[in-house]
Nanobody
């Protein structure tokens, strides 16, 4: 069974930066396509970014392109989300997720991800 633990969330002013981390345990991170999602109060869970097992492919939501960067260090079993030029609309609970180890496609739908962390809160003040 794989476990995911996110960290790095905080309260930050608009225009600021944060780096989120997601540590994978129980299995080797390189086995999984990894993604970041977020959920604002009263809204559904939305895709933010995803990365292939080898880091060769990355996808981003249009709302974060040019501001956020997803990366991974398989030797550390960790994925990262570098968030720059933060906006109040980026506020939400940020989740890390992985697909089944048997799947390699980088996808954006939450239902296509099998395991989830508990989330880390990001709050951007105006």
């Amino acid at each position: 069974q794989v476990q995911l633990v996110e960290s790095g969330g905080d309260l930050v002013q608009a225009g600021g930066s944060l780096r989120l981390s997601c540590v994978v345990s129980g299995r080797t991170a390189s086995m999984y396509v990894m993604g970041w999602f977020r959920q604002a109060p009263g809204k559904g869970r939305e895709f933010v970014a995803a990365i292939s097992k080898s880091s060769s492919t990355t996808y981003y939501a249009d709302s974060v392109k040019g501001r956020f960067t997803i990366s991974r260090d398989n030797a550390k079993n960790t994925a990262y989300l570098q968030m720059n030029s933060l906006k109040p609309e980026d506020t939400g609970l940020y989740y890390c997720a992985v697909r089944s180890q048997w799947l390699s496609a980088v996808v954006t739908t939450p239902n296509d991800y099998a395991y989830w962390g508990q989330g880390t809160q990001v709050t951007v003040s105006s």
